[in-house]
């Protein structure tokens, strides 16, 4: 999980760009680069080793007067690679992305990057010209922010917001699925898109769905560096371990987090790790540990939405433990199944047409909640975060399944994906077909519970009856979200639109009364969690 910084002409002094840079040295500790080009624009890296070890790997790349930095990972890198050998081009060393600066000269940005099986956020200037290019990949996996230098009002990049916000105006998301070219951004892939809806037997679904899975995790499983597993217990990570532990030959390392009184999480995840016989730790957490990380957490994801910050507290503490007691860079995650299959309030979708207008929604906005969550709480440590459902052949199929399908009709959620592995004896079905917690409840109900009477302690009835007036867009409308917006507000003041809305369950389904996000307060919760 590398990151970069990118200073178009903006005349800024040395100092202050090395400040800025130092707010993301996190994201990749191994190795720092500053390049001023001949035009002045400053290329700053921060390496994460992942891919090629070796000098050879570092950023920024140069070729025939063009220079790029790129944070990603491009799975279909060896066959770019044999296609552009067959063009004339000889490669220095081993790295992944090195692919990326010849694949523009001979295809032009729009073509590269329709032509990239990748998570990846790039910067591309050619000295020539004097153009500026930047990308995204479609779910935003790898994050990216771009603004406008206060000096000379020329375009930045980077990969965190906090690198930009002393020296540039107007900071925002770059937007997923995009690439930016002679001054404008243009959609090259909108990954909620569907063109034609698929209608198949229930068996080629199934089939469909566990080919596609196998390949985007089997795909996932190549680096230079270590790589661990998060395992909560339920359906979606304990599908990329078993798949994981499958194909590799020696014991994959997983990791589970609960809280000291009451985890949910960590019997699950003990029993998965068992059957697929891990390399297995559990980490435990502490009140103290949830009051006491607040503040770096929300700093580090830097948003103020409850669902977000909740899920993230977990994630932040194991992987602050990989980081600090073992020697592993990769990260292999289950994000964004529940977005495309559905979850528990999408039980409530009237019809098959809106639980596709959701998932649509929810999908395109995946960047500003759980996708940027995964990142943020791994490059925090130091790691790099690697999300198979995520992959766009499988998103791309399972968008287009008829979402009659996918509604639950089966008394049982995501039953597709269940169904897709029945019997396949990669995982028992007990293990399959169990209900889940949410993530944020999952490690302990006790957790959320610390953090609402953290915040009833410190605001009055009366604070939050003002909170309109002090926050007029984006109102908390409890006390524990306004804890959470202050905190915010404290490390980026008025940026409060990096974030579309609250991630909370459809209202319009599940009724206006419902103002926690958990899953905890639907009527449907039933077993979960237990």
Not at 84 to 100: A, I, P, R
Not at 120 to 129: K, P, Q, R, S, Y
Not at 193 to 203: F, S, Y
Not at 212 to 217: C, D, S, T
Request: hydrophobic residues 40%; negative net charge.
């Amino acid at each position: 999980m590398c990151g970069f910084l990118f200073m178009g002409s903006a005349d800024g002094a040395d100092q202050e760009i090395i400040e800025s840079l130092d707010q993301i040295q996190h994201r990749g500790p191994d190795d720092r680069q500053i390049v001023r080009d001949a035009l002045g624009n400053d290329f700053c890296f921060q390496r994460l080793s992942i891919m090629d070890l070796s000098v050879l790997g570092r950023q920024p790349f140069e070729l025939s007067g063009r220079r790029l930095m790129c944070n990603g990972e491009v799975y279909n890198f060896a066959q770019l690679r044999k296609f552009l050998e067959t063009q004339g081009y000889h490669f220095t060393g081993n790295s992944d992305c090195e692919v990326l600066l010849p694949l523009f000269e001979t295809q032009g940005i729009e073509n590269m990057v329709k032509m990239l099986d990748a998570e990846f956020a790039l910067i591309l200037v050619d000295e020539t010209t004097g153009d500026v290019y930047a990308a995204r990949d479609p779910f935003g996996i790898r994050p990216l922010f771009y603004g406008f230098a206060k000096k000379t009002g020329k375009i930045c990049f980077a990969s965190e917001a906090k690198a930009l916000i002393k020296t540039c105006d107007q900071v925002t998301p770059f937007p997923p699925g995009n690439y930016y070219a002679h001054g404008e951004f243009h959609v090259y892939h909108d990954i909620s898109k569907v063109d034609l809806m698929i209608e198949e037997p229930l068996a080629e679904i199934s089939g469909h769905i566990r080919r596609k899975l196998e390949r985007a995790v089997k795909k996932r499983l190549h680096a230079d560096a270590p790589m661990g597993y998060l395992l909560s217990g339920g359906l979606d990570s304990s599908l990329v371990c078993a798949i994981a532990a499958r194909e590799l030959e020696q014991p994959i390392k997983t990791f589970a987090i609960g809280m000291e009184t009451d985890p949910i999480d960590l019997k699950y995840a003990k029993e998965v790790a068992d059957f697929l016989k891990t390399d297995h730790t559990e980490v435990i957490m502490t009140k103290s540990d949830v009051l006491d990380n607040l503040r770096e957490v929300i700093y580090h994801l830097e948003t103020w939405d409850i669902t977000t910050i909740r899920a993230s507290i977990g994630m932040y503490m194991i992987c602050k433990y990989i980081h600090e007691n073992t020697s592993l860079k990769v990260l292999m995650t289950g994000e964004v199944s529940d977005e495309m299959f559905g979850y528990k309030y999408t039980d409530f979708a009237p019809n098959a047409a809106e639980f596709q207008a959701e998932a649509a929604k929810r999908v395109r906005e995946l960047y500003m909640y759980d996708v940027l969550r995964a990142d943020r709480c791994l490059a925090a440590h130091s790691l790099e975060a690697r999300v198979p459902f995520a992959d766009l052949d499988f998103a791309k199929y399972v968008m287009a399944i008829n979402p009659q399908r996918k509604l639950n009709t089966y008394h049982k959620g995501k039953y597709l994906l269940r169904h897709a592995f029945e019997g396949t004896e990669l995982l028992p079905d007990e293990i399959l077909f169990r209900e889940k917690a949410a993530f944020s409840d999952a490690v302990g109900h006790s957790m959320v519970d610390y953090l609402k009477a953290y915040a009833e302690s410190l605001y009055t009835d009366e604070a939050l009856a003002h909170a309109a007036k002090k926050y007029p867009t984006h109102t908390p409308f409890t006390k524990e979200s306004l804890l959470y917006r202050d905190i915010f507000e404290s490390f980026y003041p008025g940026y409060d639109g990096w974030i579309k809305d609250f991630w909370m369950p459809n209202k319009a389904w599940v009724g206006e009364e419902i103002n926690d996000p958990s899953a905890r307060v639907l009527s449907n919760y039933g077993e979960s969690g237990k």
